[in-house]
């Protein structure tokens, strides 16, 4: 690895260590501040911010990868996601924002949930928090495991002499920096992190194609109709209905994601939603666009060149050292870095949240002062973030894999619950107890039984299509028995 490449690496670091030193003199002192930066987000830091939260390190590994393997067919992924964030931003956006300041000033989504069913105040709470600090622990890893596989691909000359492998020194050094300046700096550190990483991540997802395609060795992007992959380019080679529907149904998760939907409720008002609507939706269609092109045109490079790829998901890291000056490429990894760091800082906060607000302070200590409780979030960022270090240590870890597996069951598990909660008035506290629970029990049933990978003698059905459609049955007809209960009683 050139001097170069790491000069412009170490000036990545110092940036998102200076904004958590910001954040921390601006907004980290009291339980507000430090976990929704005092709702005054601007509609374009809410919108980069929920957008890099949300495509972590799958934007820039997962998904080439995926294109890169199989062709066009693994777009049909993004299609689905870009839906269902165009839909989040519509219906949860603006009804998030002001239910969640009306009712009791809720800092965090189990808060909310149980201001909003107070009968099932604590057991709401309780599940919740469990939830999402099992998920999010198994989310974090992944982006755990993309900033190893960063280090192992790109610096393994640099860290032969280390008594620690590569990718496990990857994993510690992205752990490092994402903990500092999450735990000094709190929400408004990570959602100015975000912003920038968000503008860096588009550049990069710009650029590589481009080059890829129209620079040396790329033959100007013809090459990519000459993969020697039956249909590559081709959107429905191979896809059977089962699969259409576990591609398109990720789209389904983005309702039940507390990293990504929190960032509605730091927004300065409802009113600022349209905006911060438009920014993420084009912010995001020009990433997914840059990422398949990244898969398709690397796979074409590659076959054209003769080169050798032994993992289709570090393509990206693999172009970056091939074609572009050290400068540049420390910029393309400080983009997958950005990818990374911004989701995993996003899922340590809003665990952190969850531990003190709905475990802590429910039932240690009520009245803990704003400092302590602060401390406490702190001290919960560094608890989760050891956790997930554990699940990334595996080296055969996948990016994707451990994404979908945690999306699905946030998806699942929050997804009807969000949406049936802003929007329909008779839903009550039983029938989200038991759209939680169900949602969560049915997912994790299905990745343990191996349905996602193979159902009734077929292809695997994703996870979160059955734990979606569950969850909500249940919220519906537990909440109309209990809605009649109530009645007759």
Known sequence: MKTGTLVALALYFILMLAIGLYAWRKSAQSSEGYLLAG??????????????????????????????AAGLVEAWI????????????????????????????????????????????ITLRVICAAIIVVFFAVYTAAGMVAGGKLFETSFAALFDNTEI???????????????????????????????????????ALVVMPVVVMFGPGGSAGGSIAQVPVDGFLSLTEGLTFIGFLSAVTWGLGYFGQPHIIVRFMALRSVADVPKA???????????????????????????????????????????????????????????????????????LLVASSSLTE????LFFRKDCSEKEAVNVSRLSVLLVAIAAIAIAADPDSQVLGLVANAWAGFGAAFGPLVVLALTWDRMTGAGAVAGLVTGAAVVGLWIALGWNASFMGGPGVYE???????????????????????TSG
């Open 78 to 121: 993004g299609i689905g996601l870009f839906v269902g964030a165009l839909v989040n931003w519509i219906v949860v956006a603006p009804r998030l924002r002001e239910q969640t300041e009306r009712l009791g000033n809720a800092l965090t989504i189990p808060e909310w949930l149980a201001n909003r069913f107070p009968d099932k105040a």
């Open 165 to 203: 492998s590569d990718y496990m020194l990857g994993i510690l050094v992205t752990a490092g920096v994402v903990l500092i300046y999450t735990m000094i700096g709190g929400f408004l550190a990570v959602s100015l992190t975000d912003f920038v990483q968000g503008l860096i991540m588009v550049t």
């Open 358 to 361: 709905d475990i802590y302070r």
């Open 39 to 68: 709702r005054g987000l601007s509609p374009s830091v809410a919108a980069l911010s929920a957008g890099a939260s949300d495509m972590s390190g799958w934007l820039l590994l997962g998904l080439p990868g995926a294109l890169y």
């Open 277 to 347: 609507r438009n920014i993420g939706m084009v912010w995001m269609g020009v990433c997914l666009i840059g990422a398949i092109g990244v898969g398709l045109a690397g796979r074409a490079y590659v076959e054209r060149n003769g080169l050798a790829v032994e993992d289709p998901e570090t393509i990206f890291i693999v172009l970056a050292d091939l074609l572009f000056h050290p400068l540049v490429t420390g910029f393309l990894l400080a983009a997958l870095l950005a990818a990374v760091m911004s989701t995993i800082s996003s899922q």
């Open 464 to 486: 979160i299509i059955p734990g979606f459609v569950a969850s909500w049955i249940a919220i519906v007809a537990v909440s109309r028995m209990t809605a009649r209960a109530s």
